[in-house]
């Protein structure tokens, strides 16, 4: 009684008007010159409760605490239950009142999670339980709780999210700011990609806070604070404003801003820096951004953006084409430069974070990469195989670049998926790579040209999780990888952001030395360093492997599907990807000094839009369909050009000799009594339905994927081999067609097999 009258006599009562002293964070360039000075100029505007709607009262009394009004201003069974936690090390935090949450943000001069401070805590909410009115602890939770968005207090609230005074607030939007209380990040319609960028997408949040809202609404009828048909107005999440509205944000700023916010914040065990100590302010944050390199960039894509997009003259294909950009300094990792978007006042996306594009064929240097490192297993022995139980290939295997190639499994089984229907691997413009009748191309070749199908069963062979693991030692986030599942794993169905693609391939620029990007240096406050960046390296593969991968790279510029990327006088590796239905396209390419990933997709940004989606891009910029080769390799070619003028040209180093020639002996020839429809049935499987199924994800593009039997086309011309010439092969749908072009057995006739099976039209 003793410990605690003493304790009860030492606090005092929190003063609101002293918790608003959230000062103004300070950015810098790589060159120590200041970028932007931010964050504490959206404090708090205290507010009178007779300015508060009762709707916002009710609404946080509905959802936190109904019994406000009448309770003691403590739960001491939460307060017990935290203390029990913080006494076997676990988690502090406990139930507790609207009493004890508007001190817990009061006392702002000590977060800490102890023992002392709980019960600190606990005697303030006692006297302020005892000694203040409700009217004024209603509103001074109300005006200093944190609804996201920098704003502190209801009043700035209303201005954050509905642009109008908090008075004017309807029972709606008080609901929906009672949801924000509960954490911004992912209540906040606008979504928190740079803080979580897979459950906190506008998508999420805005189910998320909908669901919160109808909760609290349902909750305010419950319990007498609502009329049940002003309830059912509110049936949607109301239309909130761009989450930025500081000019000082305006152009690329605020992009950079959110990401170096977004790595402190992400990695608060090592740099210290949490939320909650960020938005209190008085930090000086150095970044790695270059003002010039992110002027430049910025400078490449309106340049081709102001030339071949004019969503004016095209609105059906030129309307919501979007950009986005990064790069990344291979020998430090350090992010040099972004494109986020047209304006982070107006959009808010931040296009070189994780944005859901697919990148397609730029994965494919992946699959290289564990193939050289691990090997392709031996068909003769189990699925799970050591590496020296493999052959690492070189880049000379040798792989069919044939058009509808049936994917087998690295026994030699024909693949199927879990409804027993097989895949046969697509490659851009519908034609296959290499010379008839085996379409054999080595990996090189495969490279320049973007054979689907030879990578495609070269990740078969190798086996996916090598592929993923090869991925992931790279640098790319295992949160963005899917279809890990399915062949076409390896040709880029997953969505990495462009930060990460520039990354991985720096990865490949150092020989295999992989360092995680990272955009701030070092913050510091007035009483010194907070946080100073430590280089980390891992040798995720070894010189031989990154310096193999990065020769075959090089022929895809000087002599492939790069070539809009080579820089005079300088040696670049590259890759072009595009995806399924024209939806992204990519190019991702560096020089030994700067490795850079450049997207381009569309997608619309209206917030009111339902069911929104990556759009097509067929006939975008007066292009029949959008390459990497095009857009993304022009900017890419423009911005290195200047970001590396004045810098020696250097040249990557030379690859020792790696592997052994995979197939190097071609297959035999079929025989003119042979085709592929009887090789096919010597083991009979179940014919499936020729119906579109869900099946894997949609695989990377231009670039795309079909089951057997999804699509009737012509077979082609079959050279039949009857003395009659050939026959019609019919037009079928079925998985297994029965006719090819000509009769099994006979003499020198040409016929048309015109059918519509993917064998038809095949010689007899």
């Not at 404003?241 to 790595?263: E, K």
């Not at 010039?292 to 910025?298: A, I, P, Q, S």
């Not at 070189?352 to 992946?366: C, E, H």
């Not at 946080?531 to 492997?545: C, I, M, R």
Request: with cysteine; net charge negative.
């Amino acid at each position: 009684m003793a410990v605690a009258g003493i304790g009860y006599a030492m606090v005092s009562v929190p003063n609101v008007a002293d918790t608003a002293k959230a000062q103004n964070n300070v950015y810098y360039w790589a060159d120590g010159t200041e970028m932007v000075s931010t964050g504490g100029e959206t404090n708090r505007q205290i507010i009178n409760l007779s300015q508060i709607p009762e709707d916002m009262q009710n609404a946080v009394i509905s959802q936190e605490n109904k019994t406000f009004w009448t309770d003691s201003g403590i739960d001491p069974k939460g307060i017990a239950r935290a203390v029990f936690n913080m006494a076997r090390g676990g988690d502090t935090q406990g139930g507790s009142t609207i009493t004890q949450q508007y001190v817990k943000n009061a006392m702002l001069d000590d977060q800490s999670q102890t023992i002392t401070r709980k019960f600190k805590e606990l005697f303030v909410s006692i006297k302020v339980g005892a000694s203040m009115d409700k009217d004024d602890i209603m509103a001074g939770y109300l005006n200093s709780a944190y609804y996201g968005r920098n704003a502190y207090g209801i009043q700035a609230a209303a201005r954050a999210y509905f642009n109008k005074d908090a008075i004017d607030l309807d029972a709606g939007e008080c609901a929906f700011l009672a949801a924000t209380l509960k954490g911004a990040t992912y209540y906040d319609p606008a979504g928190a990609r740079s803080i979580d960028p897979v459950g906190a997408t506008p998508e999420a949040n805005q189910k998320r806070a909908l669901r919160q809202m109808q909760d609290t609404l349902e909750k305010m009828v419950e319990y007498g604070h609502l009329d049940a048909a002003e309830r059912a107005k509110h049936t949607k999440l109301p239309k909130v404003q761009n989450p930025r509205f500081n000019t000082a944000l305006s152009g690329q700023t605020g992009y950079l801003v959110d990401l170096a916010n977004a790595y402190l914040v992400n990695n608060s065990d090592t740099t210290g820096v949490t939320e909650r100590k960020l938005r209190e302010g008085g930090l000086s944050i150095y970044t790695t951004f270059d003002k010039k390199k992110v002027k430049e960039l910025e400078t490449a894509v309106k340049k081709v953006q102001k030339a071949n997009i004019k969503p004016k003259e095209r609105p059906e294909t030129d309307t919501h084409v979007q950009f986005g950009g990064a790069s990344v300094n291979p020998d430090t990792g350090a992010i040099v430069a972004i494109y986020g978007g047209e304006d982070a006042t107006k959009h808010f996306t931040n296009n070189a974070d994780q944005t859901g594009a697919q990148v397609g064929s730029t994965f494919k240097p992946f699959v290289l990469a564990a193939a050289m490192k691990w090997g392709v297993r031996d068909p003769e022995l189990g699925e799970v195989q050591a590496q020296d139980e493999r052959t690492k290939v070189s880049p000379k295997s040798l792989y069919s670049g044939k058009n509808k190639l049936k994917i087998k499994d690295y026994d030699g089984s024909v693949w199927r998926n879990e409804k027993g229907e097989e895949w046969l691997q697509v490659n851009d413009g519908d034609k296959s790579e290499g010379s008839p009748p085996n379409y054999q191309i080595d990996l090189r070749e495969a490279m320049r040209v973007s054979a689907n199908s030879a990578f495609v069963q070269l990740g078969m062979d190798v086996g996916l999780d090598k592929v993923k693991e090869a991925a992931l030692d790279a640098g790319i986030l295992e949160s963005s990888l899917s279809g890990t599942d399915y062949p076409t794993f390896s040709i880029g169905t997953s969505d990495p952001s462009a930060i990460r693609m520039a990354g991985s391939y720096a990865t490949l620029a150092s020989s295999g030395k992989q360092r995680d990007p990272f955009s701030v240096t070092k913050v510091t406050d007035k009483d010194g360093m907070v946080f100073e960046h430590e280089d980390k390296t891992e040798q995720a593969f070894s010189s031989q492997v990154a310096d193999n991968v990065t020769d075959v790279l090089k022929t895809v510029v000087e002599d492939g599907t790069g070539t809009n990327a080579q820089l005079e006088g300088r040696e670049v590796a590259g890759k072009t990807g595009t995806t399924d239905g024209n939806k992204s396209a990519w190019f991702v390419g560096y020089t030994p000094q700067l490795s850079t990933a450049i997207s381009m997709f569309r997608y619309p940004d209206d917030e009111t839009m339902k069911n929104r989606t990556f759009l097509k891009m067929y006939g975008t910029g007066g292009q029949e369909s959008i390459h990497g080769a095009s857009f993304p390799a022009q900017i890419w070619h423009d911005y290195m050009e200047q970001a590396l003028k004045g810098e020696k040209a250097e040249k990557f180093p030379t690859p020792e000799p790696i592997g052994e020639v995979v197939n190097d002996v071609p297959p035999p020839t079929p025989t003119p009594t042979v085709t592929e429809t009887e090789e096919e049935e010597e083991s009979p499987t179940p014919t499936p339905t020729p119906t579109k199924t869900k099946g894997p994800p949609s695989p990377s593009a231009s670039e795309t994927c079909g089951f057997l039997g999804c699509e009737t086309t012509d077979g082609g011309n079959g050279n039949g081999g009857t003395d009659t010439g050939g026959t019609d092969g019919g037009v079928t749908t079925s998985p297994t067609p029965t006719d090819t072009g000509g009769d099994s057995d006979g003499g020198n006739g040409n016929g048309n097999g015109n059918g519509g099976s993917l064998f038809a039209g095949t010689d007899g």
